[in-house]
């Protein structure tokens, strides 16, 4: 049974860092493209960055270029996202996505068919 679990969320001011990690277990995933995803309070599922199969490929939403960095460790079957400079907007539940299909990143969320349980991210003003 494939299981992603989350973990790295918290509290904190804005301005500060966070490193989210997402490991995957079950099957390994090392050829397929993986995603970072957030969804803030009455708000749509949104694409943050995401990852091809051995890494030469990321992409970002534009509000988190430069500030966000996307990460993965094939021997580890994890993902990760480094988080700088957060803002208040950044608040969301982020959630780790894995296609069974994709090699390459795609930006929408019905592509992916592993999902993560979520990570609360708050950044206070």
């Known amino acids: 049974q494939v299981q992603l679990v989350e973990s790295g969320g918290g509290l904190v001011r804005a301005g500060d860092s966070l490193r989210l990690s997402c490991a995957a277990s079950g099957r390994t995933f090392s050829r397929n493209a993986m995603a970072w995803f957030r969804q803030a309070p009455g708000k749509e599922r949104e694409f943050v960055a995401g990852i091809s199969w051995i890494g030469s490929n990321t992409d970002y939403v534009d509000s988190v270029k430069g500030r966000f960095a996307i990460s993965r460790d094939n021997a580890k079957n994890t993902l990760y996202l480094q988080m700088g400079g957060l803002k208040p907007e950044d608040t969301a539940v982020y959630y780790c996505?894995?296609?069974?299909?994709?090699?390459?990143?795609?930006?929408?969320?019905?592509?992916?068919?592993?999902w993560g349980q979520g990570t609360q991210v708050t950044v206070s003003s």
């Open positions: 996505a894995v296609s069974s299909t994709l090699v390459l990143v795609a930006t929408t969320a019905s592509r992916y068919n592993y």
